[in-house]
């Protein structure tokens, strides 16, 4: 029989898959060849997760584009609703016809 861990597809006693070890590869000594089987792993796990994120990126970034820019027509729709200056401008302009009727008719 086998050593656990080498190459056994499941554990007799639980019937459970082995799971990888995490090494730190700063404090292991690690073989160039070792090392080098890594980096071909990890860039093989990246690759396979790079359609997802990709996809996933677009996703986000359309809906970042698409709230700034209903940000952005709200401001505008809102604005442009906005009459408080000429109402302003309305009662300033009342408040001075006023005046000059007091003073004309005094």
């Known amino acids: 029989m086998a050593a656990p861990g080498a190459g056994d597809p499941l554990d007799a006693k ?6 990888a070890q995490r090494i730190d590869p700063t404090r292991e000594k690690l073989t160039p060849a070792q090392l080098q089987f890594m980096r071909q792993v990890q860039l093989a796990q990246w690759q396979k997760m790079l359609p997802q994120r990709r ?3 677009i996703v986000t970034g359309l809906g970042i584009g698409a709230l700034v820019l209903a940000i ?9 609703q906005e ?24």
């Open 72 to 80: 952005y027509g709200y401001t505008f729709y809102s604005v442009s």
């Open 83 to 106: 009459r408080f200056l000429d109402e302003l401008e309305d009662e300033a302009k009342a408040a001075r016809a006023r005046a000059q009727e007091r003073a004309s008719g005094h």
């Open 55 to 57: 996809t996933r990126n």
């Open 14 to 19: 639980s019937g459970k898959a082995p799971l």
